[in-house]
Structures are given as structure tokens and as C-alpha cells.
């Protein structure tokens, strides 16, 4: 696939991301999923535009969004390569209004992210990464800078961990009283991914739930700045290796560092 491919993908994003603008400006309703969590006309539009983009830029690679979860496991187990979308990445940073919301598009290749792109449409940013590229964020219009910014060895002493803005529980708070006084970052959505990626953060522990599609894109943005997201097998969080879309618990890194890796590793819950 040609640079002009990856460059329509993350246009794609970016409209996408435009189109959410235009419901955030205004009052919307909000419905319940099955599951309780929160669904608004701007994710069902981002859905809808993504979907009809990316089957005309590449009609032979499938598509599985959020808002597209009910693709059955034995179509899914097929596929070697595929988009994973999420269309709407923090509905409820959208509905609270606090700007934390972003559009995740990843090409998913032999259970791994391959390239990613992470747009918040509030602040007219972009991240994108490729395995062999490597990672970049740009502004609307700007040029792109690579990323890491900074990438010194994480000091324990000055540690700074990513919360969810939307979960906050007891679990960070507990791995974080193994530091002496760290600071705690909040952010919503696959944001905390980036973060890290720029050396705004150190590490983000995730203890509860997460889909795939939560968190392919920002873990390629990751990945390819020099950072890594691990399971407690000391493994990368991998994806379409079985029929729930459910991530095991994580531990995502702006640098590998076997302290914190080992703390997470033996941390009860």
C-alpha cells in the first residue's frame, strides 16, 4: 500500500472527527448498549463516514468498528489483516463536554497493530504511526514531528502514572503508594496512549476492562516511539486471538522498565 493510502486513511480521521464537531457544538440525545455504556448520534455518524471510506480505499481488507461488534468469531478468526475502528473513542468525555474524546483507526496485521491513527478533533491534533515509519503528531495543517519528544529513563522518584479521566478506581491509587509521591495524570480515552508517547507521562497501569478497539491505535502510536504495552505474560497486547474483544489487564510504558514491569506483574486485585 502507497503513502498516499495512509495519508487518505488519516484524512479520514480527521473528517470523521470533523463530523463529531458538528454534533458536540450542539444538544444531543444519548442511548444505553446492551452493556450500559452510552451511544449518541456523533458515534453512529463517525461509524457510518469511517466504514464507506475505508471500503472504498480498501475494499479487500474488512473492517471491524465498535459500533460493528456483532461480526461473528468465525468470520473474524480469518482474517490475517483487517481495520480496527473506533469510531468514537470517550462518549463520555463527549457528553461531559471536556474535549477528551478521540477517533482511533488501526490496521491490525498478524494479531498486531501495523499502523495507527489517533485524532482529537477538539484540539485539532493528530497522531499517526507505521512499523516502518515510525511516530508522528502533527496539528491540523502542520507538519508532522517525531515522536518520542523525550525518551530519558523513567525516575521513579519523579513518577508520573495515567488514570482514566472516566474510571477512576482504587486500584491506581494502590499501585501508585508503591512511589514515593508520584503524580497522577488524568486523561480519557486512547489521549493516555499518546501522552506517553510524548514523554508527558511514564506509565499507565490498566486494571479494568478495555475492548480492542480501545486501544490499538494509541498502543501503535506507542509502540513506535520507542514504548511498549504489555500483559502480565511480559507479552504485547496482541488482537483477534479469540472471540471476546475483551483486552486482559495492562501495563502500557513510554520506555521498557523491568521496576515497574515487575510491580505491575505482582500486583493483586
Known amino acids: 500500500m502507497s503513502d498516499i493510502l495512509w495519508k487518505d486513511v488519516i484524512n479520514t480521521a ?18 444505553r448498549k446492551a452493556d450500559d ?7 453512529r455518524s463517525s461509524h457510518d463516514y469511517i466504514i464507506g471510506k475505508l471500503k472504498k480505499i480498501t475494499p479487500h481488507i474488512p473492517v471491524f468498528s465498535e459500533e460493528s461488534d456483532n461480526i461473528n468469531w468465525d468470520i473474524r478468526r480469518g482474517w490475517e489483516k483487517y481495520w480496527l475502528v473506533d469510531p468514537l473513542d470517550g462518549t463520555k468525555e463527549f457528553i461531559r463536554k471536556n474535549g477528551e474524546f478521540t477517533v482511533n483507526i488501526a490496521l491490525i496485521k498478524n494479531y498486531q497493530p501495523f499502523f495507527g491513527v489517533v485524532v482529537i478533533p477538539v484540539q485539532k491534533i493528530i497522531y499517526w504511526a507505521h512499523k516502518d515509519y515510525g511516530s508522528y503528531k502533527r496539528n491540523y495543517g502542520g507538519k508532522d514531528k517525531k515522536l518520542p519528544l523525550e525518551n530519558e529513563e523513567i525516575d521513579l522518584d519523579n ?7 472516566s474510571h477512576r478506581s482504587t486500584t491506581i491509587e494502590v499501585f501508585s503508594s508503591y512511589f514515593n509521591d508520584p503524580k497522577i495524570v488524568s486523561a480519557g480515552s486512547s489521549l493516555k496512549f499518546c501522552l506517553l508517547a510524548e514523554g508527558k507521562a511514564d506509565v499507565y497501569p490498566r486494571f479494568g476492562p478495555t475492548s480492542e478497539w480501545d486501544t490499538a491505535a494509541g498502543q501503535c502510536v506507542l509502540e513506535c516511539a520507542g514504548g511498549c504495552v504489555l500483559d502480565k505474560t511480559g507479552l504485547p497486547l496482541k488482537y483477534n486471538m479469540q472471540d471476546s474483544v475483551i ?13 515497574l514491569f515487575k510491580y505491575f506483574k505482582e500486583f493483586e486485585i
Open 159 to 165: 513518577l508520573r502514572i495515567l488514570g482514566s479521566r
Open 247 to 259: 483486552n486482559s489487564h495492562f501495563i502500557a510504558l513510554r520506555k521498557y522498565d523491568k521496576r
Open 37 to 43: 455504556s452510552p451511544l449518541t448520534q456523533a458515534d
Open 14 to 31: 480527521v473528517e470523521a472527527g470533523d463530523k463529531i464537531l458538528e454534533i458536540y457544538k450542539e444538544d444531543f440525545d444519548v442511548a
